[in-house]
């Protein structure tokens, strides 16, 4: 008896469900990415063969380059709560605005004094700015300032202690670094991590 021969018959899949996950895998990864910030003066870290995340939260770094030193501190609330104690202690009012502004500031470097001129630039004049650094001299106290304001904002928001890296230029002259060190030690912070990258990775 004859075999019957059954029509072949083109297959269909449905590919509905795979795009919706893969746009919405997409759109989580495009949310939940931190960007990265950009140095204001150019740091070449130096190398580890250790590699520990940094936190995401909770964290303050002082970035050390060109003889420099730059601050910023993680949380916009925490950065608000920083600007005001700071303007208190130096006698600055700020505007509303330029809390608005200075939350969402990565970082930065300038004297107190001229941080409202800074924050008044838009993007572009804050980036081809030449930031002169934060003072470090124990006169004006600025830095040591700024590192413990912050540690009593983040106390005081968030019942944390604030953890502090440095981010320090692998050439760096030895004096610059050290003076951020002093005042860490003025503050009995006398644990801090230093920002690396990994060898052979992109910094």
Known sequence: MP?????RKSTAIDMTAMCDVAFLLLTFFILTAKPRVEDPVPVDVPGSVKEI????DNLAVITVGS????????????RRQVLQQ???KYGQQFTPEEYARFEVLPVFGVPIGNLKQFLNM????????Q?????????????????????????????????VSIKGDSKEEYPVVKDVVAILQRQKVNKFSLITTLRGASK
């Open 67 to 78: 003889g420099k030193a730059f601050f910023s501190v993680e949380g916009n609330d925490v």
């Open 3 to 7: 075999k019957v021969k059954v029509a």
């Open 53 to 56: 995340p940094i936190p995401d």
């Open 122 to 129: 838009d993007a572009d004049q804050r980036k081809s700015y």
């Open 86 to 88: 700071m303007g208190e």
């Open 131 to 163: 930031q002169p650094g934060i003072p470090r001299d124990s006169v004006s106290d600025e830095l040591f300032n700024w590192i413990r304001e912050s540690r009593i904002a983040a106390k005081a928001l968030h019942n944390t202690e604030l953890r």
